[in-house]
């Protein structure tokens, strides 16, 4: 996600790629919630027990407060962007005041009165330009701080409570572990084969599980379940 040129790409865990192994990798990404994720879910084994997958990026786009972190972290930058509007209109008038004077000066008509009280002006015109590209730089890379600091924090809990629920319906399902189907890795899946008969798709199940928490009025967008 970009706010006006403010990068935003958070990064949590490296790990390895092999989902035969009990492995946790997230990529995290500003706006939606990063699908690229390998999810490895290990419960109590027992008698009878599979394996379970799931399509991390269709629960994640499915689950409710993910439109609503990112309608309010829309809302956030909106604000954010609104206190620079006017350092930098200040700036570009500067600016141009600044570029109005120097073509005086290149005047070879002007007098050399007049030349000094333009240059004067200019030398005031640039001390308080400084100052405002300077306020108005630290006030851009407090909002980038803030900003990042609450995308990071809504992710990891966002995160944290797919990763609840896949465990719920996982354990009620006896299942020993738990594969990413959207997880990518180089354009390849991780999981390229999956066969229906031995394993258990709990996708649609860890998406009600999410939703059941969700405001009364909050609809689905087209096309999700």
């Not at 990529?27 to 991390?56: A, H, K």
């Not at 993910?66 to 600016?95: G, M």
């Not at 570029?99 to 002007?110: K, V």
Request: charged share 30%; with cysteine; aromatic share 4%.
């Amino acid at each position: 996600m970009q706010l006006d040129g403010l990068p935003l790409r958070l990064r949590e865990g490296a790990g390895s790629s092999n989902a035969a192994i009990l492995v946790r990798n997230h990529e995290i990404q500003i706006g939606l919630f990063g699908p690229d994720r390998l999810l490895s879910r290990s419960c109590e084994p027992g008698t009878g027990s599979q394996n379970g997958v799931i399509d991390y990026k269709k629960a994640q786009q499915a689950y409710f407060r993910t439109h609503l972190e990112k309608a309010s972290l829309q809302e956030l930058k909106d604000a954010e962007a609104k206190k620079l509007v006017e350092p930098v209109a200040k700036i570009q008038e500067l600016s141009e005041s600044q570029r109005s004077a120097q073509q005086m000066l290149d005047d070879p008509t002007l007098s050399d009165e007049k030349k000094r009280e333009t240059a004067g002006e200019a030398r005031k015109r640039s001390v308080e330009l400084v100052e405002i590209q300077t306020e108005t730089e630290k006030l851009r890379h407090q909002s980038n701080l803030e900003l990042a600091a609450r995308i990071a924090k809504v992710q990891a809990e966002i995160v944290g409570e797919i990763d609840v629920a896949i465990e719920e319906v996982a354990k009620l399902k006896n299942l020993a572990i738990v594969q990413n189907l959207s997880f990518r890795s180089s354009g390849v899946s991780s999981v390229p084969y999956v066969s229906a008969d031995l394993t258990i798709d709990i996708t649609d199940e860890v998406i009600a599980t999410l939703n059941e928490g969700a405001p009364a009025d909050w609809k689905p967008e087209t096309g999700e379940q």
